[in-house]
Nanobody, 115 residues
Framework: QVQLVESGGGLVQAGGSLRVSCTASGSIFSRSNLGWYRQAPGKQRELVALITSSRGTNYADSVKGRFTISRDNAKNTMYLQMNSLKPEDTAVYYC?????????WGRGTQVTVSS
């Protein structure tokens, strides 16, 4: 099975920056589509950003222009650089890997943005 581990979450002031990482086990990383999702208390999990195996990207309107998704296939790692953070960005951030017909999820990392 594929295992995903997120890291880099923490507490940051509004307007600050943070980078979260997701490292995957296995040998399918480079051919996989990847994504970051987040879930705030009392809300459904929502898409934050996607990056395909060919490095095409897609962002939620709420983070476009502030967040950047990237991947390093040599390290089996995906990143989310978060700038100009807002309190509404506070959530647990989850990594997802898709290798159809299967999907894999990490356990999440907490990001808290104080006002």
């Amino acid at each position: 099975q594929v295992q995903l581990v997120e890291s880099g979450g923490g507490l940051v002031q509004a307007g600050g920056s943070l980078r979260v990482s997701c490292t995957a086990s296995g040998s399918i990383f480079s051919r996989s589509n990847l994504g970051w999702y987040r879930q705030a208390p009392g809300k459904q999990r929502e898409l934050v950003a996607l990056i395909t195996s060919s490095r095409g990207t897609n962002y939620a309107d709420s983070v476009k222009g502030r967040f950047t998704i990237s991947r390093d296939n040599a390290k089996n790692t995906m990143y989310l650089q978060m700038n100009s953070l807002k309190p509404e960005d506070t959530a647990v951030y989850y990594c997802k890997l898709t290798d159809l017909p299967f999907t894999y999820w990490g356990r999440g990392t907490q990001v808290t943005v104080s006002s």
